[in-house]
């Protein structure tokens, strides 16, 4: 009997993890070329104005009333980012490689999880300057946003722990055949010592 073709559904619900981890990788790299966080102040006495500082992953624009705008170089924020870009483009490679070959393993699993936990603890940790901020009561402070590069990191954990939880569905070894609907409903031929049949007990009067 000719082996039967893997239906296109399961075959395609392999590279879900793949997928998933490619989005995160998407999330944080767009994430890394955008700005983070936006804090307004208030300056001057009289004639009050308001100086803006944008922090992105390696610089902070400063704007000040009546001067044009300034850089100045920050905390390198962008650097774990990129580090876990490369885990997470890691991930990618061995989890298309697993769903192409169909042969599981635990590394796809592991690099998957260890950019999840890289990515989280880097966008944890670009949380923190902008959760300073936040909580900066001083009376000049007017307002501190969180703007779209930050929202994409945060998006990108939340994906990159789906594809990490995720890729523990794997089948499992030495699953019998009958398992798989399309081999247990195929035709077979009937074996010499016949087809076996389940009595059922005979009902209590």
């Known amino acids: 009997m000719d082996p039967t073709p893997e239906p296109p559904a399961r075959r395609g619900g392999a590279f879900l993890t793949p997928a998933l981890v490619a989005l995160a990788l998407a999330l944080t790299v767009a994430g890394t070329f955008l700005p983070f966080f936006r804090t307004d102040q ?5 004639t009050a104005g308001v100086a803006r500082s944008v922090v992105g992953a390696w610089r902070v624009d400063f704007t ?9 170089p920050s905390a390198p924020l962008g650097l774990p980012l990129v580090l876990a870009s490369a885990i997470l483009l890691a991930a990618l490679v061995l989890g298309v490689r697993q769903a192409a070959t169909r042969h599981p393993g635990a590394a796809a699993s592991r690099t998957a ?3 999840a936990a890289f990515l989280a603890g880097a966008v944890c940790t670009i949380g923190m300057q902008g ?12 307002k501190t946003t969180i703007l779209a590069g930050m929202w994409l990191l945060m998006a990108a ?7 990490a939880v995720l890729s523990l569905r794997r089948p499992a070894a030495g699953r019998p055949e009958w398992a798989d609907p399309a081999v247990a409903f195929a035709d077979t031929t009937t074996p010499p010592s016949g087809v076996a049949i389940t009595v059922l007990p005979p009902d209590d009067d």
């Open 42 to 46: 208030l300056v001057g006495w009289e």
């Open 64 to 72: 000040f009333p009546g001067q044009p705008e300034t850089s100045s």
């Open 113 to 115: 999880f260890g950019g």
């Open 131 to 142: 959760a300073r901020r936040l909580l900066d009561d001083g009376p000049a402070l007017t």
């Open 157 to 163: 954990v939340l994906v990159a722990v789906a594809a």
